[in-house]
């Protein structure tokens, strides 16, 4: 009977997580088909004349999605070899938060409870994130992220540093003027925002002096953003230089991806990939 149970779990593991055979793409169409409806019925629902409109049948497709992502989290959950490594995982998460919302509605009955409830739907939309395991370049910017991360972590305390240079000294510049640099975290502020282009125009210098420091801030902004855009894109490249044989296999034991083609064996803990 185990057997049984044990070749059933290794069949339904194979089209929850791999699409490399009909059933398993099949399968993932569906379900982004289904992931894709709930996100458009979460925005549907957040306008007020469809939602007085159409109320009933949001909420009834709204059950219907949620006990079929129920039905895919605990399908997940059981074709593994250590569950728990898949429920604390990334896409564990997510897979919780797509499901747990409309079923703590239960316990926000009371119109005291609206605002809470309110705030609980809006989890779903969490859903979006189930969009990043069917698309293959994401696992290559997640390890280009990775791999380039100490490198951002310089570029980023350096940028810190010449904003608070930056806002120390436009406070010596402009305090007097009363055009808003009012403290150095104020002032810092600015900086951060004028550096990154962003502009809320909240705050400007006064001074011709302040306005030229502006104005090379300004142009300083355009190079630091494609730095770090740069070191991922070097990283990227290098990973597909090296990476170029990936499947969408997943070990049944620790959840690992990104398998060459071809392979019988897990590169993360050596488990057999698919048991005959």
Known sequence: ????????????????????????????????????TSIIL?????????????????????????ILFSIEYIARVITVKKPWKYVFSFY????LLSTIPMYLSFFFVSSSSFVAFRALRL??????????????????????????????????????????????????????????FTS??????????????????????????????????MIMGYGIIAIPTGIVSSEMTKIKKHDVHTNTQSCPNCLAGNHRDGAHFCHNCGNILNEE
């Open 1 to 36: 009977m185990s057997n049984l149970t044990s070749k059933w779990q290794k069949k339904l593991h194979e089209i929850i997580y791999e699409a490399d055979t009909p059933a398993g793409k099949l399968f993932d169409v569906v379900l982004l088909i289904v992931i894709l």
């Open 42 to 66: 979460v925005m549907l629902e957040s306008v007020d004349s469809i939602d007085t409109k159409y109320h009933n049948f949001l909420v009834v497709s709204e059950w219907i999605i949620t």
């Open 92 to 95: 564990g998460i997510v897979d």
């Open 123 to 180: 989890l779903r939309v969490f859903r979006i994130l189930k969009l990043t395991r069917y698309i293959g370049a994401s696992t290559n910017f997640v390890r280009a992220l990775k791999t380039s991360r100490a490198k951002i972590a310089v570029f980023l305390s350096f940028v810190i540093i010449l904003c608070i240079i930056l806002g120390t000294v436009m406070y010596l510049v402009e305090s007097e003027e009363g055009s808003g």
């Open 184 to 217: 150095i975290p104020r002032s810092v502020y600015w900086a951060i925002v004028t550096l990154t282009t962003v502009g809320y125009g909240d705050i400007a210098p006064a001074t011709p002096l302040g306005q030229f420091i502006a104005s090379l801030i």
